[in-house]
């Protein structure tokens, strides 16, 4: 079974950073390329960034570009983000998502983790 | 920042069918990218429901059903069921090389 696990969110200072991890299994973690989408509370859902299998093309949303950093490490079938100065405006669930295909492109997203909560508050 | 529009509700007694409509402009759906469709369940994360704008994944009942024209596209549920009570957003690709999502619209069964 194809699963994924989102771990830590919580909460933090407006300007500090957090690195959030998701662990892949059930499948071939490095056939596919992943992607994280986010969902303020009570509100809609928001891609984040892509990574392709290989790391070699990667895309942000133009909400976090400069602030975030996707990566992932396919020895240990992990996909990370690591999110500076964050916003009132980063509070949201996390989520990892698989792509269909080894580089993103333009395809769904499936399928998603339960995500971690992330709260940016003084 | 959704970029396609859907409806913020629709409802409909048990056995009905409800359309959720996905509205977009030139550079999503109305470049050829696909749409695909999400089912959020309460407290639950998206599960993918439609994909390639009329393909559905195994273990989806075939009382969903998808088509896209234009610059829209639009999710079919027949039957309507209480357990089809949830929030539905469509999703596609930019050509300003992003994902984007619907609005999301809250199906209620009356």
């Known amino acids: 079974e194809v699963q994924l696990v989102e771990s830590g969110g919580g909460l933090v200072q407006p300007g500090r950073s957090l690195r959030l991890s998701c662990a892949a299994s059930?499948?071939?973690?490095?056939?596919?390329?992943m992607h994280w989408v986010r969902q303020a509370p009570g509100k809609g859902l928001e891609w984040v960034s892509g990574?392709?299998?290989?790391?070699?093309?990667?895309g942000y949303a133009d909400s976090v570009k400069g602030r975030f950093t996707i990566s992932r490490d396919n020895a240990k079938n992990s996909l990370y983000l690591q999110m500076n100065s964050l916003r009132a405006e980063d509070t949201a669930l996390y989520y990892c998502?698989?792509?269909?295909?080894?580089?993103?492109?333009?395809?769904?997203?499936?399928?998603w983790g339960q995500g971690t909560l992330v709260t940016v508050s003084s | 920042q959704s970029v396609l529009t859907q409806p913020p509700s629709v409802s409909g007694a048990p056995g009905q069918r409800v359309t959720i409509s996905c509205t977009g402009s030139?550079?999503?759906?109305?470049?050829?990218?696909?749409v695909h469709w999400y089912q959020q369940l309460p407290g639950t994360a998206p599960k993918l429901l439609i994909y390639?704008?009329?393909n559905r994944p195994s273990g989806v009942p075939d009382r969903f059903s998808g088509s896209k024209s234009g610059t829209s596209a639009s999710l079919a549920i027949t039957g309507l069921q209480a357990e089809d009570e949830a929030d539905y957003y469509c999703?596609?690709?930019?050509?300003?090389?992003?994902?984007?999502f619907g609005t999301g619209t809250k199906v209620t069964v009356l």
């Open positions: 999703q596609s690709y930019d050509s300003s090389l992003s994902y984007v």
């Open positions: 059930g499948f071939t973690f490095d056939d596919y390329a």
């Open positions: 998502a698989k792509d269909p295909e080894a580089v993103a492109g333009r395809g769904w997203f499936d399928p």
């Open positions: 990574i392709s299998w290989n790391s070699g093309s990667i």
């Open positions: 030139s550079s999503n759906i109305g470049a050829g990218y696909d």
């Open positions: 390639g704008n009329s």
